[in-house]
């Protein structure tokens, strides 16, 4: 009887790094949002961080997507109560985020509405004043957090519209996913369609979606 090999792929960093290098080497450009839209490349992959619990984890993928020359589009929730913007540190790490090159977003997310009344566009709009409190300047992007809680892709539409004086995408536009570009994530620790590194020269646009949580240097129990 043998035993069955270890996966080929998992969520070390080690794994994450070596896989951001063999898109680098397959000729992939790997960025934000806002790069591939001014400057898409033949094959382009679209790199996203949803930052649902914290924002430590995530500096240290940021620094591996920098060390690797890769850049990436990194959404942060302002209602997480595992992290506040505006504490010294979030605001320390927005900046190192920032002064790498990534692109810091707002991870939007809906039902608040459901506790305190109101609507999902009046606590969109608090969430993007707080957001840009934070960041010191005007929104740009957005990523929806759970879509089915706030009335899904069309009220991420409706809202890109009401928002277009400064924003200009949110990551579920029909241009950033499958078909016109695949679309692949980690949600809940699992790659539905197979571990980000089986892609690689498979297709030539693609959006990566990764939340921190799940990556670890030598084991998971560091991020919980
Ligand atoms: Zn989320």
């Not at 980690?186 to 693609?206: A, C, I, Q, T, Y």
């Amino acid at each position: 009887m043998q035993l069955a090999p270890p996966a080929e792929f998992g969520f070390s960093f080690h794994d994450y790094a070596r896989v951001l290098r063999a898109y680098k080497e397959n000729g992939y450009a790997v960025t934000g949002f806002g790069e591939y839209i001014r400057n898409p490349q033949p094959k382009h992959v679209v790199l996203r961080h949803d930052l649902d619990n914290s924002i430590d984890q995530a500096l240290r993928v940021a620094r591996i997507d920098a060390q690797e020359g890769c850049a990436s589009s990194i959404f942060v929730r302002v209602h997480a109560r595992g992290y506040n913007l505006m504490s010294l540190p979030a605001l320390a790490a927005l900046r190192e985020m920032e002064d790498m090159g990534h692109e810091v977003g707002l991870h939007l997310e809906g039902g608040i509405n459901e506790v305190l009344g109101g609507n999902n566009n009046d606590w969109a709009d608090r969430q993007r004043t707080v957001f840009e409190a934070a960041l010191n300047r005007s929104l740009i992007g957005f990523s929806s957090h759970e879509p089915a809680r706030m009335g899904g892709i069309e009220f991420a539409d409706n809202l890109l519209e009401r928002w277009s004086d400064t924003v200009t995408h949110h990551a579920y536009e029909d241009r950033f996913t499958t078909p016109t570009m695949k679309y692949l994530s980690d949600s809940s620790g699992n790659w539905r369609e197979g571990h980000f590194g089986l892609w690689v020269g498979k297709e030539p646009l693609m959006q990566v979606l990764t939340h921190p949580f799940w990556w670890f240097d030598k084991v998971p129990a560091e991020n919980y």
